[in-house]
């Protein structure tokens, strides 16, 4: 007799696929969608559908029928040896903070080859930027489609939002806006920036009348990036919502094609969340549509977005991608980077609710430097001799992993790391460096913010045509 059991899947990006059991009562996954992916996740995962097997000879096949972006990963649906990645928290299990490679497999992305980074310089006629060259945006969903696009002189717009829940972003909330500064720059599109007031009201102890005093706070450190007007709209959530229907109504169909299942796999909600958490994903995804922004697209639902942010976002837009064709729209297209760290270490990533774990723009240079001083971690030895002897690791140092971010010269980036690995190069030294980059990266942005007035504030936030026609 057939003997059943019930067991639940975490996501396996892809499409439908087949699973089997094997030998290490896992389920080894096949994906049938044409991308030859494979990959293994232990049985004891998160609920997102009791599916009932029938033990048999040869092993039971499992076929499952939703579509798997609608899956859970990472997380505590991940193997509880492995790193927790989820959009509200970042843990590595290994000094040296979050293998990537092992993130891409289980997340069902693909890596930024050197071909694809050549692609992207053919296409945009510059060199490719650091944060590129040097690994940090390493993976991507359908970056090719986007490339392709541009050199058939087709539309795209790019997407990227902050959740603002501190007064002043830190140097790991610059990474996306820098890097999305470049973009718009090198390929001349627009661009909108969503800031969640809404999400941080729903998850941060705040009222709604201060998140939105700290979505336009935030919004002067993001126009201070050097962001052009005619090309940037930003919105917050609480505002836009009321201002353009369309962008609701778009929030509503998201709302409708997601189950509460599917929502529990792909973010782990609890009976104890309330429903405004559960709610919340569908209005991260609505700017991904370009009806959302219909002062700038018009009633055009082809114009699919590129989303460049943090891989920890990633789950709002497997949905999003599962959403969109059912919707009639493309499904957006994603850059991921690679977490800017914590003072302390490179397991977790920098938080704004740990102040001492944090650079913020609104710090002195005396505060930089002490922070600096008194908080990085060091991959240098115990002793200045056993460091001159054996050399530092650079893999686990936090000066020269915020080095790597903000350093641009390639050729001195190289001879730090000889000099470090070496012991050329002592611990003081190395921190030496980064306290007067970041001093001196630090100081312009302030300097810049002194020119956003609450004027200038308005005029971005303001829902209006850009200067593209459509």
């Given at each position: 007799m057939n003997s059943k059991r019930a067991i639940s899947v975490s996501q396996i990006p892809g499409g439908p696929g087949i699973a089997t059991f094997g030998e290490s009562d896992a389920i080894e996954v096949r994906i049938d969608s044409g991308f030859g992916f494979r990959q293994e996740v232990p049985a004891e995962v998160n609920l997102v559908s009791f599916l009932t097997l029938y033990s048999k000879t040869p092993p039971p096949v499992l076929r499952i029928q939703t579509p798997m972006e609608n899956l859970r990963v990472g997380g505590d649906g991940a193997p509880a040896d492995e790193d927790t990645v989820t959009p509200w928290d970042v843990q590595g299990t290994a000094e040296t903070g979050i293998d990537y490679d092992k993130l891409i497999k289980r997340f069902g992305s693909d890596q930024i080859t050197a071909e694809l980074i050549e692609r992207i310089e053919r296409v945009t006629k510059i060199p490719a930027h650091p944060f590129i060259k040097r690994g940090?945006?390493?993976?991507?969903?359908?970056?090719?489609?986007?490339?392709?696009?541009?050199?058939?002189?087709?539309?795209?717009?790019?997407?990227?939002?902050?959740?603002?829940?501190?007064?002043?972003?830190?140097?790991?909330?610059?990474?996306?806006?820098?890097?999305?500064?470049?973009?718009?720059?090198?390929?001349?599109?627009?661009?909108?920036?969503?800031?969640?007031d809404d999400e941080k009201f729903l998850w941060k102890n705040l009222s709604v009348e201060e998140t939105m005093r700290l979505a336009r706070e935030n919004a002067k450190d993001i126009i201070a990036c050097g962001f052009d007007v005619e090309k940037t709209f930003i919105f917050s959530d609480f505002n836009y919502v009321g201002q353009c229907p369309e962008f609701y109504q778009n929030i509503v169909s998201v709302s409708r094609c997601v189950t509460m299942n599917q929502a529990r796999g792909i973010f782990g909600f609890a009976d104890t969340d309330c429903i405004g958490k559960i709610q919340f994903p569908?209005?991260?995804?609505?700017?991904?549509?370009?009806?959302?922004?219909?002062?700038?697209?018009?009633?055009?639902?082809?114009?699919?977005?590129?989303?460049?942010?943090?891989?920890?976002?990633?789950?709002?837009?497997?949905?999003?991608?599962?959403?969109?064709?059912?919707?009639?729209?493309?499904?957006?297209?994603?850059?991921?980077?690679?977490?800017?760290?914590?003072?302390?270490?490179?397991?977790?990533k920098m938080s704004a609710s740990d102040a001492n774990s944090a650079i913020f723009l609104t710090d002195?240079?005396?505060?930089?430097?002490?922070?600096?001083?008194?908080?990085?971690?060091?991959?240098?030895?115990?002793?200045?001799?056993?460091?001159?002897?054996?050399?530092?690791?650079?893999?686990?140092?936090?000066?020269?992993?915020?080095?790597?971010?903000?350093?641009?010269?390639?050729?001195?980036?190289?001879?730090?790391?000889?000099?470090?690995?070496?012991?050329?190069?002592?611990?003081?030294?190395?921190?030496?460096?980064?306290?007067?980059?970041?001093?001196?990266?630090?100081?312009?942005?302030?300097?810049?913010?002194?020119?956003?007035?609450?004027?200038?504030?308005?005029?971005?936030?303001?829902?209006?045509?850009?200067?593209?026609?459509?």
């Amino acid at each position: 007799m057939n003997s059943k059991r019930a067991i639940s899947v975490s996501q396996i990006p892809g499409g439908p696929g087949i699973a089997t059991f094997g030998e290490s009562d896992a389920i080894e996954v096949r994906i049938d969608s044409g991308f030859g992916f494979r990959q293994e996740v232990p049985a004891e995962v998160n609920l997102v559908s009791f599916l009932t097997l029938y033990s048999k000879t040869p092993p039971p096949v499992l076929r499952i029928q939703t579509p798997m972006e609608n899956l859970r990963v990472g997380g505590d649906g991940a193997p509880a040896d492995e790193d927790t990645v989820t959009p509200w928290d970042v843990q590595g299990t290994a000094e040296t903070g979050i293998d990537y490679d092992k993130l891409i497999k289980r997340f069902g992305s693909d890596q930024i080859t050197a071909e694809l980074i050549e692609r992207i310089e053919r296409v945009t006629k510059i060199p490719a930027h650091p944060f590129i060259k040097r690994g940090i945006f390493f993976s991507h969903r359908d970056l090719h489609g986007i490339l392709k696009r541009h050199e058939e002189g087709k539309p795209f717009y790019l997407y990227t939002g902050r959740g603002p829940s501190s007064t002043a972003l830190h140097m790991g909330h610059l990474v996306p806006f820098l890097f999305t500064k470049w973009m718009q720059d090198a390929f001349d599109v627009p661009l909108v920036i969503q800031l969640t007031d809404d999400e941080k009201f729903l998850w941060k102890n705040l009222s709604v009348e201060e998140t939105m005093r700290l979505a336009r706070e935030n919004a002067k450190d993001i126009i201070a990036c050097g962001f052009d007007v005619e090309k940037t709209f930003i919105f917050s959530d609480f505002n836009y919502v009321g201002q353009c229907p369309e962008f609701y109504q778009n929030i509503v169909s998201v709302s409708r094609c997601v189950t509460m299942n599917q929502a529990r796999g792909i973010f782990g909600f609890a009976d104890t969340d309330c429903i405004g958490k559960i709610q919340f994903p569908s209005v991260e995804a609505a700017p991904c549509f370009s009806t959302s922004f219909p002062q700038i697209f018009k009633k055009r639902k082809d114009i699919p977005c590129l989303i460049p942010c943090a891989i920890d976002q990633d789950p709002y837009f497997r949905m999003s991608r599962d959403v969109a064709p059912r919707l009639g729209f493309q499904k957006p297209a994603l850059m991921h980077s690679t977490f800017f760290p914590a003072l302390q270490g490179a397991q977790s990533k920098m938080s704004a609710s740990d102040a001492n774990s944090a650079i913020f723009l609104t710090d002195t240079a005396n505060q930089i430097k002490k922070k600096i001083n008194k908080y990085a971690f060091s991959g240098g030895r115990t002793t200045t001799e056993e460091h001159r002897e054996f050399g530092g690791n650079c893999d686990i140092d936090i000066s020269y992993q915020y080095l790597k971010f903000f350093l641009n010269d390639d050729d001195r980036l190289a001879e730090i790391k000889a000099d470090y690995t070496s012991g050329k190069m002592l611990t003081g030294e190395l921190k030496a460096v980064l306290i007067a980059e970041l001093q001196k990266l630090v100081s312009e942005i302030q300097k810049k913010r002194t020119e956003v007035t609450d004027a200038v504030v308005d005029e971005f936030m303001r829902p209006r045509p850009l200067k593209f026609k459509y």
